[in-house]
C-alpha cells in the first residue's frame, strides 16, 4: 500500500448501504466507453453508467488546475492576508496552508479511489457512518456540499464580469462603475459557461487541455513583465516583514485570519471526484488528477506571491484602488502602462472565465448525483440526463438559474452578495470535515477500511488527523471580519448566511427530505 496502484479485490470492498437501500430502475447498461475497472466500480456501487467518459488523466488534470486557479486567484485574495501580517502572513501562511490542504486532498482523494462516484463526500459518508446516524449525516454532507459548488460557480462568474468593469474604469476615468452593469457582465459570463457545459460538452475535456496551457502560459506572461518592469522591494521586507494592519489587537490571531485567502487558492480540488464517473479508471486518475494539481498549483501560487511583494511598490497608493482591484493598480503602476496593465488584467479574466467552466460541470455534477438519490427537492427532474449528449442538463440548468438569482443580490448590496461568496470555504470545509473525522473515527476503531487502488497505506490516520485540525481552524476563522471596528461593511455576513441555509436545509430534511431520502440508491444490483 502508498501512493501508487496497488492489486485489489473488489468483492472485499464494503457494499454501499446495502442493508437500507432502495432499488430502482434495473434497466440495460448503455455502453459508454468505461474501461473493465470502472465497470466493476459503477457495479459494486450499485450504480447504471449514464454519462459518457471523455475525461483521462491529462484532461482531468487540466479541468482541477484550471478550476482552482491558484495562481491566477493570488491577485484579487491576497488583500486580506497583506492586511493581516504583511509578507510574513502571506507567505509563511501560504506554506501553512499549502500542507494542511495537500493532507485534506490528500484524504478526500483516497476516498474518491475508494468510491468513485459523481456523490463524493456524501455517498462515502453514507458508507461509512455508524448505521443509525448515517441516512442523516449523508444528507447533511450533500447538502453542504451543494452550497460550497453553487457559491464556487457564483464567485467564477463573478470575478470574470466584475474585473471588466476595472479595465472600463482603468481606461475611461469618467465611467462611473454601477453594480447592476457588473451583474450583467456576470450573466455574459454565466450564458458563456452554460454554453460551453451545454452544446460544446462533448469538446470540454479538449477545450480543458487548452485551457491548461493557457494556465502556464499566462503564468509567465504576468510573471516576467513585473518582475523585469516593476519597482522591487528588498528581500528583507519580503521575507522578514509583519505589519498588522487589520486592527486587531493580536498579532497572532490576525495572522491566523490571514490564513483563510491561502486556504481559499486551494480549493475545487474535489472536483475531479463529482467528474468521476466522466473519467475513464476513475479511482487511479481522479485521485493522482487531485494530487498532481495541488502540487502543481501550490507551487505557481507560491511562486507568484513572493512575485505580489516583491513588486508590490507603494502599498498604500495600491490599496486606494481606484478601479476597485488592487493588483489592477499593482499592473499599472509596475508596467507604467494601461495598455499593460490591461493585457495582464484580461489574461486573468479569460482564465477566471474559463475557471467557471469546470465550477459549473463540478456543481451541476455534484446537485445531479445528489437528486437522483432523492436529496434534493425535484430530485425527479434534476436527476435526468440528456439521451443524446449524456450529460445531466436539469441539474446544469439548476445551477444556472441558482447563479442567475445569486447574482440578483449585488445589484442591491455588494456586501450581501460577498456574503454569500463566503460561503465557499464554508461549504467546502464543513463536507470536508465531516468526511475525515468519520474515517478517523474508522480507524480508531479498527474497522474495516478497503482501500482502493490509491491510498495512503500507513500514513492514514496522521495525515487524516491533520487534516481534520487544519479543516477545523480555517472554517471557524472564515467566520471572522478580515479587519476591526466592525461596521456593518465590513462585517463578515458568512457566519449568518450559512447558518440561515443549514437551518434552512435540516428544517426541510425533518418536514419532508428524510421521507425520500434513503442514502444512496441502488438502481443496479449490487456486486456480491
Not at 186 to 206: D, F, G, H, K, M
Not at 273 to 284: K, L, R, T
Amino acid at each position: 500500500m502508498g501512493f501508487f496502484p496497488t492489486q485489489r479485490e473488489s468483492s472485499k470492498r464494503p457494499e454501499v448501504m446495502k442493508s437500507e437501500v432502495s432499488v430502482v430502475n434495473y434497466g440495460a447498461e448503455a455502453a459508454l466507453s468505461g474501461n473493465a475497472q470502472d465497470e466493476a466500480d459503477m457495479a459494486r456501487m450499485g450504480k447504471r453508467q449514464e454519462t459518457r467518459r471523455n475525461f483521462g488523466l491529462v484532461t482531468m488534470l487540466a479541468l482541477t488546475s484550471t478550476m482552482m486557479c491558484t495562481w491566477e486567484t493570488t491577485f484579487p485574495f491576497f488583500e486580506t492576508s497583506f492586511l493581516n501580517g504583511g509578507p510574513v502572513t502571506m507567505l509563511y501562511g501560504y506554506i501553512f496552508s499549502f500542507l494542511g490542504s495537500l493532507a485534506t486532498c490528500a484524504s478526500i482523494a483516497e476516498m474518491a479511489s475508494m468510491y468513485p462516484t459523481s456523490g463524493g463526500q456524501y455517498h462515502w459518508v453514507a458508507v461509512i457512518s455508524p448505521p443509525r446516524y448515517s441516512k442523516f449525516c449523508s444528507w447533511l454532507t450533500g447538502w453542504v456540499s451543494i452550497i460550497g459548488w453553487q457559491a464556487a460557480t457564483a464567485l467564477g462568474t463573478y470575478l470574470g464580469g466584475t474585473i471588466i468593469q476595472a479595465l472600463l474604469v482603468l481606461n475611461h476615468p469618467e465611467y462611473k462603475a454601477k453594480r447592476w452593469h457588473g451583474t450583467l457582465l456576470l450573466y455574459a459570463v454565466l450564458s458563456l459557461t452554460l454554453l460551453v457545459n451545454t452544446v460544446l460538452s462533448r469538446v470540454l475535456p479538449a477545450l480543458e487541455g487548452l485551457i491548461l496551457i493557457l494556465h502556464f502560459v499566462g503564468f509567465f506572461a504576468i510573471l516576467i513583465p513585473l518582475v523585469h518592469l516593476a519597482p522591487t522591494s528588498p528581500a528583507s521586507y519580503v521575507f522578514g516583514n509583519f505589519t498588522n494592519l487589520s486592527g486587531y489587537g493580536s498579532d497572532g490571531l490576525s495572522w491566523f485570519i490571514g490564513l483563510v485567502p491561502s486556504a481559499t487558492l486551494f480549493i475545487g480540488y474535489d472536483g475531479a471526484w463529482h467528474m468521476a464517473e466522466e473519467c475513464h479508471h476513475a479511482a487511479v486518475n481522479v485521485p493522482r488528477s487531485m494530487i498532481f494539481t495541488m502540487f502543481l498549483n501550490g507551487a505557481a501560487g507560491f511562486a507568484m506571491y513572493i512575485v505580489i511583494l516583491f513588486s508590490i511598490g507603494n502599498a498604500e497608493e495600491v490599496f486606494k484602488k481606484p478601479t476597485g482591484w488592487a493588483f489592477v493598480e499593482i499592473f499599472n503602476s509596475g508596467t507604467m502602462s494601461k495598455a499593460g496593465a490591461t493585457a495582464m488584467t484580461s489574461i486573468l479574466i479569460a482564465l477566471y472565465i474559463c475557471a467557471a467552466f469546470g465550477f459549473m460541470a463540478a456543481a451541476s455534477r455534484q446537485t445531479w448525483a445528489f437528486a437522483r438519490d432523492n436529496g434534493l427537492p425535484l430530485s425527479r427532474y434534476l436527476c435526468r440526463t440528456h439521451p443524446t449528449y449524456k450529460i445531466p442538463l436539469y441539474a446544469i440548468g439548476f445551477t444556472t438559474v441558482i447563479n442567475s438569482l445569486l447574482a440578483l443580490i449585488n445589484i442591491g448590496s455588494n456586501v450581501a452578495f460577498t456574503a454569500v461568496l463566503s460561503l465557499v470555504v464554508a461549504g467546502y470545509f464543513s463536507s470536508y470535515l465531516i468526511s475525515i473525522f468519520l474515517v478517523i473515527l474508522r480507524r480508531l476503531r479498527k474497522l474495516p477500511l478497503e482501500p482502493g487502488p490509491w491510498n495512503l497505506g500507513r500514513f492514514g490516520l496522521p495525515v487524516n488527523i491533520f487534516a481534520f485540525f487544519y479543516t477545523l481552524l480555517v472554517l471557524i476563522l472564515s467566520f471572522f471580519p478580515p479587519s476591526t471596528p466592525v461596521t456593518a461593511q465590513t462585517m463578515n455576513w458568512s457566519v449568518v448566511v450559512y447558518s440561515a441555509v443549514l437551518i434552512f436545509g435540516i428544517i426541510f430534511y425533518f418536514t419532508y427530505g428524510h421521507k425520500h431520502y434513503q442514502g444512496p440508491l441502488v438502481n443496479r444490483p449490487l456486486t456480491q
